[in-house]
């Protein structure tokens, strides 16, 4: 129901506002992110458009957030780059619904409602002192010891 | 961000809910729900697949509600055609997590959950009860009236 737009765009945001004492490079995104480096620059872009994030060229340069994550909500990524489509006329444009939507589609957007307000409700600031174990983009230590060993070549 | 499925599915039902003294043809609810027909009867049958709608073939036949609308929810609906896709593993399959999700897919997931929750607090006879003034598929007559009418050729 997330677009892999959005999907990625919070792991970028994500990755940045763990990392905010120097810029990161898209390399650096793209690896800790798993995501295609060519879809994260598009993603990068279109953040950058819309004010989330920095892009500096050049020595020195690279990919910072333009807003402190404690003030930088779930919801102000999702709608940078993919806005939840609310529901605000009639889908089968009935002349007389109009925006006064009928109980079906009123249900359907009051759900949408509810996906923003949650998203609206936390930041990248409270998602990372979240006390949950699993910190995000990290595969914890425990589990590297415990991996299996990559294959080796006889 | 709801899927045109899950909207043509919807209007297909709430349709049938509607005109429950006899079976529909294809042709009718196409029309009601403004659903070309093609698309119409791919839906239909994936709400038979699933037993929310019988089909019947032959003089009689048509296409009918197979559960009580006061039984059947707009969630039962959503999941036959196309499930809301929770977020049950690590979308980047970090072997730490797993389906020990961290906060930013826990909240992502919590979200999705909530439109679960909203789709299955409501059944097809709730919406068809609602004091809404927008009947579901139906223009008004008022707005018949006021209508323009349609271009003559001369």
């Known amino acids: 129901m997330f677009s892999q737009t959005v999907e990625y765009a919070l792991r970028a945001v994500v990755h940045l506002a763990m990392r905010r004492s120097e810029p990161q490079t898209t390399a ?50 999702v709608t940078a780059v993919d806005p939840i489509p609310r529901i605000r006329t009639c889908p089968l444009e ?31 600031a409270e998602l990372l002192t979240d006390p949950n174990p699993s910190v995000p983009l990290c595969n914890s230590s425990e589990d590297e010891e415990t991996s299996t060993p990559p294959a080796i070549d006889e």
Chains 1, 2 share one sequence.
Not at 105 to 122: G, I, N, P, Y
């Open 94 to 124: 009935l002349k007389s619904h109009g925006v006064r939507l009928c109980a079906l589609h009123f249900r359907m957007d009051a759900a949408l409602s509810k996906v923003e307000d949650a998203f609206r409700s936390t930041t990248l």
């Open 28 to 77: 650096m995104i793209a690896e800790s992110t798993k995501v295609p480096t060519a879809y994260l620059s598009k993603v990068l872009q279109g953040l950058r458009a819309k004010g989330i994030v920095n892009l500096q060229r050049g020595l020195g340069g690279g990919v910072s957030l333009a807003i402190p994550p404690d003030k930088l909500t779930i919801l102000d990524v």
